[in-house]
C-alpha cells in the first residue's frame, strides 16, 4: 500500500517536472521565432530592393552614376533604421 503512494507521488512529480520542461521549451521556442520573424521583416525588404537592382537589364536607374552605389547603400541603411525604429516604437524588439 505504501509502495504504491510512494509510486503515484514519484509519477505526479515526474508529470510536474515535465510539464515545466516541455513549458521552458516552448518558451525557448517561442523566443527563437520571434527574433527570426523580426529579422525576417528588416531584411525582406531590403532583399527585394537590391534583387530588383542586381537584374541584368537595360535602363536601371544610375547606372551611369559613379554615386549610385553609395546613395543606394545610404537608402538601405535608412530604411533599415527606420525599420528597427518602428519595431522599437511600437514595442516588437
Known amino acids: 500500500m505504501i509502495e504504491n503512494q ?16 516541455d513549458h521552458q521549451l516552448s518558451e525557448q521556442t517561442n523566443r ?6 523580426i529579422v525576417a521583416a528588416i531584411f525582406l525588404p531590403l532583399s527585394l530592393l537590391t534583387g ?3 537584374i541584368n ?7 551611369n ?12 541603411l535608412a530604411i533599415a533604421a527606420v525599420l528597427v ?6 514595442r516588437w524588439l
Open 65 to 76: 552614376n559613379p554615386w549610385a552605389f553609395i546613395i543606394v547603400t545610404i537608402l538601405l
Open 52 to 54: 530588383l537592382l542586381g
Open 85 to 90: 525604429w518602428l519595431f522599437k516604437h511600437i
Open 6 to 21: 510512494l509510486i503515484d507521488s514519484a509519477k505526479d512529480r515526474a508529470a510536474i517536472t515535465l510539464e515545466e520542461l
Open 32 to 37: 527563437a521565432m520571434y527574433v527570426l520573424a
Open 57 to 63: 537589364v537595360g535602363g536601371i536607374p544610375g547606372a
